[in-house]
T-cell receptor
C-alpha cells in the first residue's frame, strides 16, 4: 500500500515569506508527527497529532510555526515569515493508534526547505 | 527535546566486516526502533523491539532491547556497500519518540 507522502519535495523561498508543507499519512494511521532535521543532525520533534485529541505542540520552536490536521488525515505545517535558520528537511511520520509497547513510525521522504 | 546517546558517531569499515552501534538513554522506553536513512530520503524502519531482553534479527541485522530498558544495540554482519547510510535509534514511551544523533556508516569495497 501507499506510504507516507510529502509535498513539495523541495521548496526554495525568500526570507520573510510564508511556506506550507503537506503530509499525507498512511491510510488508517491516526497518529501523525512532524520533525525537523538540519544538515548532519538527528531528528528534532516539532508536533504530534493523535486522533481528535489536542495536538502536542511542545516541540514547535517559535510562534511562527503552526500545523493543522484536517479530517484526521492530511496535515499541513506552516512556517510564517521564514528565516534562514528554518532551512532544513521537514519530515512527517505516521503510526497506528498508540498502543503501549507496540508503536512504529513510518516516515515520508521529507521536504527540503531552503530559505535564501 | 530529549535525545538519545548514540555511538559511534561515524564508522569506516571494509566490506565484509561486522558493525556494531548502540544507544543509551537516561529514561526507560517501552519500544526501541532502528532506522536507516539514505541521502535525500526519509528514515526507513529496520527493526522494532518491544520487550526488555528481546533479540530480533532481520537478515544480516540483529538488534537487542537492553534488559534495563535504557539501551539497545544494532549489529550488521558481513557488511556490503549498500549498507552505507545513517542509522538512527529511537525510543518510545507510547506517544513520544526520541531519536539518537545517528551513526554514519561508510563501507569501503
Amino acid at each position: 500500500g501507499a506510504g507516507v507522502s510529502q509535498s513539495p519535495s523541495n521548496k526554495v523561498t525568500e526570507k520573510g515569506k510564508d511556506v506550507e508543507l503537506r503530509c499525507d499519512p498512511i491510510s488508517g494511521h491516526t497518529a501523525l508527527y512532524w520533525y525537523r532535521q538540519s544538515l548532519g543532525q538527528g531528528l528534532e520533534f516539532l508536533i504530534y497529532f493523535q486522533g481528535n485529541s489536542a495536538p502536542d505542540k511542545s516541540g514547535l520552536p517559535s510562534d511562527r510555526f503552526s500545523a493543522e490536521r484536517t479530517g484526521g488525515s492530511v496535515s499541513t505545517l506552516t512556517i510564517q515569515r521564514t528565516q534562514q535558520e528554518d532551512s532544513a528537511v521537514y519530515l512527517c511520520a505516521s503510526s497506528l493508534a498508540v498502543s503501549r509497547g507496540y508503536n512504529e513510525q513510518f516516515f515520508g521522504p521529507g521536504t527540503r526547505l531552503t530559505v535564501l | 527535546g530529549q535525545q538519545l546517546n548514540q555511538s559511534p558517531q561515524s564508522m569506516f569499515i571494509q566490506e565484509g566486516e561486522d558493525v556494531s552501534m548502540n544507544c543509551t538513554s537516561s529514561s526507560i522506553f517501552n519500544t526501541w526502533l532502528w532506522y536507516k536513512q539514505d541521502p535525500g530520503e526519509g528514515p526507513v524502519l529496520l527493526i522494532a523491539l518491544y520487550k526488555a531482553g528481546e533479540l530480533t534479527s532481520n537478515g544480516r541485522l540483529t538488534a537487542q532491547f537492553g534488559i534495563t530498558r535504557k539501551d539497545s544495540f544494532l549489529n550488521i554482519s558481513a557488511s556490503i556497500p549498500s549498507d552505507v547510510g545513517i542509522y538512527f535509534c529511537a525510543g518510545s514511551t507510547g506517544n513520544q519518540f526520541y531519536f539518537g544523533t545517528g551513526t554514519s556508516l561508510t563501507v569501503i569495497p
